[in-house]
């Protein structure tokens, strides 16, 4: 993945964070579906909606954060109803996800600290006697 896009994906993760503040539901951002479908384009084919959705989210990031521009030949500036809805429900999931993984990175960081805290208990007990 070109290094580019983690840096877009920090930019873009905190003006979505800022929409959120203002009630706006939150969800994955368009440089965050680049860098999920990126690996996925060199594994196989992707179909032609994916690939119009691609090219789509590839110009709007490219043209955001890059200063270069999408070749007109495969510059994507719109999609139909039903290339909208799969890319929306792609970045709900992508969210959910990234939420889940952090719930449980949280919670096993905490599981750890009890463990530590219990092993050290029984040190602590013996250097008070």
Do not use: C, F
Request: hydrophobic share 40%; aromatic share 6%.
């Amino acid at each position: 993945m070109p290094e580019w896009i983690k840096p877009a994906i920090t930019m873009e993760r905190l003006i979505e964070n800022m929409k959120a503040l203002k009630g706006e539901t939150p969800t994955a951002t368009d440089a965050e579906v680049l860098a999920y479908m990126y690996p996925l384009t060199l594994e196989a084919p992707l179909d032609s909606d994916w690939t119009q959705i691609y090219l789509y989210i590839s110009t709007k990031v490219v043209s955001r954060h890059k200063e270069t521009e999408i070749p007109a030949d495969i510059k994507v500036e719109s999609l139909n109803d039903y290339q909208m809805e799969r890319l929306k429900e792609l970045k709900d999931w992508i969210y959910e996800e990234r939420v889940r993984l952090r719930q449980e990175r949280r919670r096993a960081e905490r599981a750890q600290a009890m463990a530590e805290a219990k092993a050290k208990a029984p040190e602590q007990l013996k250097l008070g006697v």
